[in-house]
């Protein structure tokens, strides 16, 4: 019988930055999952077993190979508990999504102690939930002996990460599927990068200054890094994701809104990709002197970022999230077999596409799909991204001209591979 599948791009293939993993991070990964096992009685038998499928420690000894095993144990269990609030957040709607978020940042805000909210209509119960004891444990050993500058982003970026979880909330409430630009805004803070970007300062002991970490090659390599590592897990969660009807993904919009087919999508979101990559070396080669002492700190953390990308790559074919026990043979054949759908996601009203709001900005993703021949509008869908396409003249130019400012314009940096 003639299985439905696609083909995944080679993007392993495409990356050439070297793989390396952490000499301690077998032992911290098995500790950090027991942590988070022992911390959740909550979970189902079915939720445990995912867990240890998950090897999230594994990713964290990818993606941070070479800072102490002692802060390696503290992103570990982040990462372990970043992904435990993706699973427990995945189908709820706007009210529970609230409530999460307030019961982590309450814990981050007030580390030291539990005082739950008074608030009307925000009420906590007396008893601290399990997610909050867990977020104040991990944050207290974290702020040990992080510097000021990762802990205030780090508070800051995953406050990003829930309102962004809650906007998605809101749109499976409503039955809406948000149009190419509102999605990838979102997409960028419900990816879970930033924090865990932030935590690359944290993990190699250094604390980039503000004019640093705002300069346009540093905001550029960390927003490359992000849409790398999002646009990819777009691909590779595609599957899971479409057997149970979620359409917060880049495929599922460009199925939707461009009237592509399958393959088609997954070739247009594994070019973004490649291209991604290839301005992430490039903004690399452009990286400004800081000083001596700032040039060291900027190196650990692009080093950083590029372990993040070629790390999580290759973590995807070894996760079982993604493709159960088969992850090794498809990253060799790349042919992936369609899943069974099961009952959609939400509430099961009509579903919308919902065009940007406000002003036009111009993502960084626009400068991807400028050398990229776009599908033909699906005319039957109300929305058509009219604002990308009029700065695509503007990039031209400044490839033909001024190959320096290239890779510096059409980017906006407000921030999968929490994905499942």
Not at 8 to 26: A, I, N, S
Request: negative net charge.
């Amino acid at each position: 019988m003639n299985v439905p599948h696609f083909f995944l791009p080679d993007l392993v293939g495409h990356c050439q930055f070297p793989l390396t993993y952490h000499p301690h991070g077998d032992a911290v990964a098995a500790a950090s999952v027991k942590w988070l096992d022992d911390g959740c009685p909550e979970l189902s038998p079915k939720a445990r077993t995912a867990l240890y499928g998950l090897q999230a420690g594994e990713l964290t000894a990818y993606c941070y190979p070479t800072c102490p095993p002692e802060r390696l144990r503290v992103v570990s269990d982040f990462m372990n508990y970043l992904f435990h609030l993706d699973n427990i957040s995945d189908g709820m709607m706007r009210g529970g999504t609230e409530e999460l978020a307030d019961v982590v940042m309450n814990a981050l805000w007030l580390p030291d102690r539990y005082v739950p909210t008074r608030c009307p209509g925000k009420a906590q119960p007396v008893e601290e939930a399990s997610a909050g004891k867990m977020a104040r444990e991990y944050w207290t050993r974290c702020t040990q002996d992080a510097k000021p500058g990762p802990q205030a982003r780090f508070k800051e970026t995953l406050e990003l990460f829930f309102d962004a979880v809650n906007q998605q909330a809101r749109d499976r409430e409503a039955g809406i599927v948000p149009d190419l630009e509102s999605y990838i805004n979102v997409r960028r803070d419900t990816s879970g990068c930033k924090p865990v970007f932030d935590l690359i300062e944290y993990a190699m002991d250094i604390d980039l200054p503000e004019h640093v970490v705002t300069h346009p090659v540093i905001k550029a390599l960390n927003q490359g890094a992000n849409d790398l590592v999002t646009w990819s897990n777009d691909i590779f969660s595609y599957n899971v994701e479409q057997s149970r009807g979620d359409t917060h993904n880049m495929i599922a919009i460009l199925m939707s809104l461009r009237g592509l087919d399958l393959q088609s999508a997954v070739d247009f979101v594994g070019d973004l990709c490649k291209q991604t990559i290839d301005a992430f070396m490039e903004n690399q080669r452009n990286i400004p002197s800081f000083g001596e002492a700032l040039d060291r700190d900027v190196a650990l953390y692009v080093q950083g970022l590029q372990d993040w990308i070629v790390g999580a790559l290759h973590w995807s074919f070894m996760t079982e999230r993604y493709f159960g026990k088969e992850g090794a043979q498809i990253k060799k054949h790349r042919v992936v077999k369609l899943l069974p759908r099961r009952k959609a996601c939400g509430s099961g009203a009509p579903v919308q596409v919902k065009p940007s709001v406000g002003t036009c900005h111009t993502p960084h993703w626009s400068r991807a799909v400028a050398g990229l021949r776009m599908p033909e509008e699906d005319h039957s869908t109300t929305v058509i991204l009219r604002s990308l396409f009029t700065c695509i003249p503007l990039f031209a130019l400044c490839a033909l001209g001024l190959p320096s400012v290239f890779s510096l314009l059409g980017r906006n940096y407000s921030g999968i591979f929490t994905r499942s």
